[in-house]
């Protein structure tokens, strides 16, 4: 089992930057795919970003790709996202997300551990 927590979220005005934490914890995660998404109300979840545990293939939707980054530590057992430029659109609950696999990693059901979600809501 992997288990998964997320931090870091909170109320931005536009144009600032949050960066998210997803501390993980259980098996070793050395082979595993981590995963960014969020979930706006009415809405279903979609893929933000992604990259490999043993570092690499760092990969991002066209929302966000050129303002928000992912990073992970291993000696921390966590994995960022440092969030810049933020939009209203970007207003959502953010999911961390782990997976042995290497497909699908760009949809939910790709992913097999989730964190509870840390909300982010961007005013104008």
């Known amino acids: 089992q992997v288990q998964l927590v997320e931090s870091g979220g909170g109320l931005v005005q536009a144009g600032g930057s949050l960066r998210l934490s997803c501390a993980a914890s259980?098996?070793?995660?050395?082979?595993?795919?981590m995963g960014w998404f969020r979930q706006a109300p009415g809405n279903e979840r979609e893929f933000v970003s992604r990259?490999?545990?043993?570092?690499?293939?760092?990969l991002y939707a066209d929302s966000v790709k050129g303002r928000f980054i992912i990073s992970r530590d291993s000696d921390k057992n966590t994995v960022y996202l440092q969030m810049s430029s933020l939009k209203p659109e970007d207003t959502a609950v953010y999911y961390c997300?782990?997976?042995?696999?290497?497909?699908?990693?760009?949809?939910?059901?790709?992913?097999?551990?989730w964190g509870q979600g840390t909300q982010v809501t961007v005013s104008l």
């Open positions: 259980g098996r070793t995660l050395s082979s595993y795919v």
């Open positions: 990259i490999n545990w043993s570092g690499g293939r760092a």
């Open positions: 997300a782990a997976t042995p696999r290497h497909t699908g990693w760009d949809t939910s059901s790709g992913y097999d551990y």
